[in-house]
């Protein structure tokens, strides 16, 4: 309940708050004929989102079928670590980053310029700031928990470094979103999702006694080429 509550709280009173600034009439008229429409592009998007979540809790998962208990807790607590950089920086900018992009759909020349110039910035910042964070959580792990996550440390360092590469791509998905390309997010996600799976699978596996770790730089190189790629799409299509 101390996880769940508050943040069941939290969106009833979001809900209340944005219904009161953008009231919305709810009628009886369920206009029935118009909810293709609607199942069309929300199914793309859920779609999307599963292969998200694929991605985002499969190293989880794998590493529990294929190891212990304890394998995936140290991971977790590492991985957890990792994003506190990247999620602070990039999803409040990703809010911000996306309407602005949406607004010059009618001016892609100005669209291109504006999404490069963010790109070139956001890399500035979120790189040097990942990459510190990589080489002070040696030190910060054992000031705060002293030995007990010391076999986290290695793994947070090389997810620290994943996390600075895709802080410098991400806004890429942004651009996405905002010329509506669902169906390009839909298929690259679902082809990152098996890629991402068979990465973990086969680091997991053979990773022996490192298995956390290998299963790390697994993630590094997938994070390169599938977040590369995506931008490189973006940029040339």
Known sequence: YAFILPY???LV?????LWMAAPVAVGWNLR?????HLFRDSGIILATLVFGTLISQGDYLTLGFVKNPQVVGIFYFAFNLSMETFVVL???VGGIFFPALAKLNDEPQRQ???FLKATRTFALICIP????QAILSDAGVHLAFGAKWDPAIPILQVLSVAMGIRSA????QSLAASQ???GLQLLTYGISSVVFLCIVTVCATFGGSQAGLVVAFGELCFFMLSDGVFFYIMLYR
């Open 90 to 92: 990039t999803i409040s």
């Open 112 to 114: 291109m310029d504006g």
């Open 169 to 172: 791509l991400f806004l890429a």
């Open 129 to 132: 700031l990942c990459f510190l």
């Open 8 to 10: 069941a709280l939290t």
């Open 13 to 17: 009173a979001r809900t209340v708050i």
């Open 32 to 36: 029935v004929h118009r909810w293709k």
């Open 180 to 182: 509506g390309l669902w």
